[in-house]
């Protein structure tokens, strides 16, 4: 067995062996350069859903109190009426 240019340090690479790596380097970059695009819309998507769940938890605030004063509403009526009532 006999060794290769890439087998002691210091070896000077061929030709092809470089643009084989080259070709990896630049496979690399480009899914690094995906992952990149993919982080920024996943960020983009996560600040639009926390928008909509902080608005959709003031909308169901505001209807847990409307339902509290409207209960209290129907509470006064039916208490009224109680009192309407002879028996």
Not at 5 to 29: H, N, R, Y
Not at 34 to 51: F, K, M, P, V, Y
Not at 55 to 60: D, L, R
């Amino acid at each position: 067995m006999t060794d290769g240019p890439t087998d002691k340090p210091g070896a000077v690479m061929s030709t092809k062996e470089e643009g084989g790596l080259q070709g990896e380097i630049d496979g690399l970059a480009r899914q690094v350069d995906r992952l990149i695009a993919t982080c920024g819309q996943l960020q983009s998507e996560n600040d639009q859903l926390r928008s909509t769940h902080t608005q959709i938890a003031h909308e169901k605030e505001d209807l847990v109190n409307r339902n509290r004063e409207a209960k209290q509403r129907i509470d006064r009526v039916i208490d009224r009426l109680r009192n309407l009532d002879p028996n």
